[in-house]
């Protein structure tokens, strides 16, 4: 693990990223994309389909904002582009239908009921507001604020997404923690606004996961969410 612990001490206000840092989402778009991609004949491996999703996911959310659950159909509807098929409407559907079933971590439940007393938590995802709602009874936590790309209308890496949130955070940025599995849509962004930043590099197939790759420098650099309130507590 790499670390900086500088300023560590002040936190008081920790907000994360939810699918890729605390979600299983590489497991749950492979489970999604899987039967669809083998109904056309496609062959891919588990690398190669997360590193198109990552690049068809960017595109999908580029120029006028799209509430997510129409960019995980417009994802579908893009492998089909590329690969030579046209999915079924059901199709389409199936990825944003699966997300309230993708599973947390081993290790995100647990870390979060840890930091829980001692932090204020949040919330800063990609996502709409009902997606997120299916997912939340699975993180057994409760939250004091959730920010999402639907409530912003614009997709991390847009400051836009951090500013909304931070009108709603009461500690400055430099009492803020920001934890997330992507250094282009997390790491970069929040750092540019002066907010710490935690690199959640979790084991993947591929580098960087299921995102675009992107260079930054992150104040630390952990596996889990429990490594994080290892660091923290």
């Not at 989402?25 to 999604?32: D, K, P, S, Y």
């Not at 588990?46 to 996911?57: C, F, N, Q, S, V």
Request: glycine share 8%; with cysteine; hydrophobic share 40%.
């Amino acid at each position: 693990m790499a670390q900086s612990t500088k300023g560590f001490s002040q936190i008081r206000t920790i907000t994360f990223d939810c699918y890729g840092t605390l979600i299983n989402w590489e497991a749950g778009i492979l489970g999604a994309l899987r039967p669809i991609l083998t109904a056309q004949g496609v062959q891919m491996d588990d690398a190669e389909i997360l590193a198109m999703y990552g690049e068809i996911e960017v595109e999908a959310e580029a120029g006028e904002f799209h509430p997510y659950r129409e960019v995980l159909r417009n994802v579908v509807r893009g492998f089909g582009e590329r690969l030579g098929f046209a999915p079924t409407v059901a199709q389409q559907d199936s990825l944003p239908d699966s997300l309230g079933s993708w599973r947390p971590f081993p290790d995100t439940v647990s870390a979060l009921q840890q930091l829980r007393p001692k932090f204020q938590l949040g919330i800063i995802s990609n996502v709409d507001d009902d997606l997120f709602a299916s997912t939340a009874p699975q993180l057994q936590t409760k939250f004091d604020f959730v920010v999402t790309a639907g409530q912003a209308r614009a997709y991390k890496p847009s400051p836009k997404i951090f500013n909304l949130a931070q009108q709603r955070i009461t500690t400055p940025a430099s009492e803020w923690l920001h934890a997330g599995q992507s250094v282009y849509h997390d790491v970069i962004p929040a750092k540019a606004l002066g907010i710490t930043t935690v690199w959640v590099n979790r084991p993947s197939v591929r580098p960087g996961g299921a995102v675009k790759l992107a260079a930054g420098t992150p104040d630390a650099e952990v596996h889990s969410v429990q490594e994080l309130a290892n660091l923290l507590l």
